[in-house]
């Protein structure tokens, strides 16, 4: 069983109430473009064995980003790459309230297709012009977003906290 704990700032909470949206639905009635469904359907895949790092798989015609399907290292962090790796990005256009449905609706689904056996946050952040989702392991001792979702005034930010029945802990 997936449990999801939602976190977002004031200007999120506020777009969502304008515009009568639900952070739990997961708007199934969206039809995704083919380049989402394209990552949905391939998935998720782990870089090294062992090092439990993830990408997801991009479609080469997605927004017109370059588009690798490779890892990429761009900071010190495993959890800074991740996030950085696995952005899917696209235009607000004028119409706000389905681009933030559908933002929403792709991270549901994605959720679907993380790995069961680890914790993850898959982030939404939205701006007057793009909505940008990416996703990364919770990893001990790191973090992308700080706590306190206020400090970033530019963006609207929801955050989803991945937990899935499959992840054990150990206690000493």
């Not at 700032?9 to 109430?17: D, H, L, Q, S, V």
């Not at 479609?59 to 962090?77: G, L, R, T, V």
């Not at 933030?100 to 701006?127: A, Q, R, T, Y």
């Amino acid at each position: 069983m997936i449990m999801v704990d939602y976190k977002y700032n004031k200007r999120m909470f506020f777009w969502a109430k304008e515009y009568d949206l639900s952070f739990e639905n997961d708007y199934n009635t969206i039809c995704l473009p083919k380049a989402m469904k394209y990552t949905l359907t391939e998935g998720v895949k782990e870089e090294w064995d062992g090092f439990n790092v993830y990408y997801m798989i991009k479609s080469p015609s997605f927004c017109n980003q370059i588009c690798q399907n490779e890892f990429e290292f761009f900071y010190d962090d495993l959890t800074g790459n991740e996030y950085s790796n696995n952005k899917i990005i696209f235009e607000t256009g004028k119409h706000t309230r389905y681009a933030l449905m559908k933002g929403i609706s792709f991270c549901h689904k994605l959720i679907n297709v993380l790995p069961k056996f680890h914790e993850f946050n898959v982030i939404m952040s939205v701006d007057e012009d793009y909505v940008t989702i990416s996703f990364h392991l919770v990893r001990d001792g790191e973090t992308w977003l700080g706590d306190d979702l206020e400090v970033y005034k530019l963006d609207a930010i929801l955050v989803m906290h991945v937990k899935n029945e499959g992840v054990f802990y150990f206690m000493d």
